[in-house]
C-alpha cells in the first residue's frame, strides 16, 4: 500500500500508487478550444423580443392569376434586425376579414402606401411580383427560392438580388446574389421590387464597447470573444508567449484532433490575393 501525502492546495489526499495513472490522465487530456463548446449552456435565441417573422402573403390564387392591394400601415423596428419591418393590410380575399402581413421594408416605403402583389402588379418600388413578370436587369429583395416558400433571399439591410434572365421555356430565372454569386431560381417564386431599408448600417462605426454589448445583447451571446494569442498555452492553441503571436504556421490539417483544430482549417490558400487589380499610372 503507498504512502498518503497531504498537498497544500487543500485537504484532499492523494494515493500514490495511482499517480502514475494520474499523470498519464493528465498529460493526454488535451486542451478544451472554444469550438468543442465544452461546459457551455445551451443557447435559447431571444426570440420573444421579435415582433413578427417578416414572411410574404401566402401564394394564393389571387396572387397567381391577378393582384391584391394591401396598405402599409406602419414601419416599425424589430430588435435584433438590421432592416425595419412594414405592416401591410390585406383585406381578405376569401373572408370578410382584415389580415395584416408582416414585409421586409425597402427603400422608400412609407405609411399610407399602397402595396401590389400578385401576376399582374406593377413594377413599382415595394410591390410584390413573380420573377417571370420582371424584366432583366430589376433590382429585387426578399426572393423566393421555392414558389411559396414566402421569401428567403436578400433579406438583410442594403441587401438586394439582380435579375440577369430568363430562361426560353420561362421556367428558370438566373440572378445575381448579394455575395456575387449566380443562382438559378424557379421563374414563379416571387421578389419584392426595390433594395432593402437600412443600407449603410454597418458603415458607422460602434465605436464603444458598450455599443457592441447593446448590439449583440439582442442577438445572440458572441460577444465578447477572447482572441487565442491573449490566452494561456493551456488554453488555446495560440496562447502563450512574452508576445501576442502565434508562434507557427495557422493552417491546421483537415484531419487534425478537435483540440488542434484553431486558425485556418485545411485552407486551399493564405495570404493577399495578388494580380486581380490593376495599377493605375499617372501620367
Known sequence: MGRWHHYSTGRHTVNTDSLPLLL??????????????????????HTHLNKNPAKLR????????????????EIIHDAGRGAPLALVAFRDPYRYK???????????????QFVYCGK????????????????????????????GDRGTLARTSGNYVTIIGHDA??????????????????STARATVGIV??????????????????????????????????????DHPHGGGNHQH??????????????????????????LIRGTVGKVKND
Open 24 to 45: 498519464l490522465t493528465i498529460i493526454y487530456r488535451g486542451r478544451v478550444i472554444r469550438s468543442q463548446r465544452k461546459s457551455g449552456g445551451i443557447f435559447r435565441s
Open 58 to 73: 401566402n401564394y394564393d390564387y389571387a396572387e397567381r392569376n391577378g393582384y391584391i392591394r394591401g396598405i402599409v400601415k
Open 169 to 186: 421555356d420561362g421556367k428558370v430565372t438566373r440572378i445575381r446574389m448579394p455575395s456575387g454569386a449566380k443562382k438559378t431560381v424557379p
Open 120 to 147: 399582374r402588379s406593377a413594377l413599382n418600388v415595394g410591390n410584390v411580383l413573380p420573377l417571370s413578370s420582371l424584366p432583366e436587369g430589376t433590382i429585387v429583395c426578399n426572393v423566393e427560392e421555392k414558389a
Open 246 to 271: 502565434i508562434g507557427h504556421a495557422s493552417t491546421v490539417s483537415r484531419f487534425a484532433p478537435s483540440g488542434q483544430k484553431a486558425g485556418l482549417i485545411a485552407a486551399r490558400r493564405t495570404g
Open 98 to 112: 382584415i389580415r395584416t402581413e408582416t414585409f421586409i421594408a425597402t427603400e422608400g416605403m412609407y405609411t399610407g
Open 197 to 234: 431599408a437600412g443600407g449603410g448600417r454597418i458603415d458607422k462605426p460602434l465605436l464603444k464597447a458598450g455599443r457592441a454589448h447593446h448590439k449583440f445583447r439582442v442577438k445572440r451571446n458572441s460577444w465578447p470573444k477572447t482572441r487565442g494569442v491573449a490566452m494561456n498555452p493551456v
